[in-house]
């Protein structure tokens, strides 16, 4: 009953919020142009013309290909790096300056680096996922590996607990937290990213469509692009988190 209140309450938190950002849009369009503040109704036709248009609606899976490759590299490299710099302090010594150069450097200046490398098409956006994503999950992994209690450790080792074994029971729910968090956090910058890198190197894909809607002046082209971005992160979200995160709790426990 308890948790039925609270979900109540937060559902409630994010309709006052979500009536906020209407209310101020809808203030905008009676003090701006059109071209500067569209209207809702113009933006939601853009959207509705987005989803019933093949060739534009074929764009949202081809950023959607170029995140989920990124994503894929980015997540099971940092995973492996983690774990090594978690379980062996010369390692994390070698690697930790090499992945703050990658997490402080500008993504833009990736980008620039990318564009030399690889071109203007899709391989620019999935490299710059790539190096945002592996920082972060890599530093949260470690983190995780290094605060797994020394008390289960020892446990199986008394028990003998073989290394795939101990790796299932204790490692791995022990740093499966640190590992959600981070994969949050990458999942949400990743559409970001992967977005903004279409638009400085590829004329496809969300990314392209919005740099089109700026080239042609269509600020609601822009917003409904973007708004769409925002519906797929928290869409990829739910699933990631119903499907792949949805045994978390009793990972442990599981035989």
């Known amino acids: 009953m ?28 009676l003090h701006f142009s059109p071209l500067i503040v569209p209207t809702m109704g113009s933006v939601l036709a853009e959207i509705h ?29 940092g995973l492996v790096l983690g774990i090594l ?21 500008p993504p833009v200046s990736w980008v620039v680096l990318a564009l030399v490398w690889f071109g203007f098409n899709g391989k620019p956006a999935v490299f710059i996922v790539i190096i945002s994503t592996l920082p972060v999950i890599t530093i949260n992994v470690c983190a995780g590996f290094r605060r797994i209690d020394k008390n289960l450790l020892e446990m199986a080792s008394l028990y003998r607990f073989s290394k795939v074994k101990r790796l ?46 700026r080239l042609n002046v269509e600020p609601e082209s822009i917003i409904a692009w973007s708004i769409l971005v925002v519906l797929l992160f928290y869409l990829s979200d739910f699933l990631i988190g119903k499907f792949l995160f949805r045994k978390e709790k009793n990972y442990a426990a599981t035989p």
Do not use: C
């Not at 308890?2 to 369009?29: A, P």
């Not at 690697?95 to 990658?102: E, V």
């Open 168 to 213: 299932r029971h204790v490692i791995l729910p022990s740093i499966l937290p640190y590992f959600k968090s981070a994969f949050q956090i990458a999942l949400g910058s990743g559409w970001k990213i992967a977005v903004m890198a279409e638009v400085l190197t590829t004329s496809d894909g969300i990314g392209g469509m919005i740099k089109l809607g």
């Open 49 to 77: 013309k987005i989803l019933t248009s093949p060739d534009l609606y074929a764009m949202i899976p081809l950023t959607a290909g170029r995140l989920l490759a990124g994503l894929s590299l980015g997540v099971s490299l």
């Open 2 to 29: 308890k948790s039925k209140g609270l979900l109540t309450k937060d559902s409630g938190y994010k309709l006052l919020s979500f009536l906020m950002v209407i209310s101020l849009w809808k203030v905008l369009t």
């Open 85 to 105: 710099m978690g379980n062996f302090p010369q390692v994390k010594g070698v690697l930790s300056p090499l992945i703050g150069i990658m997490q402080t450097v």
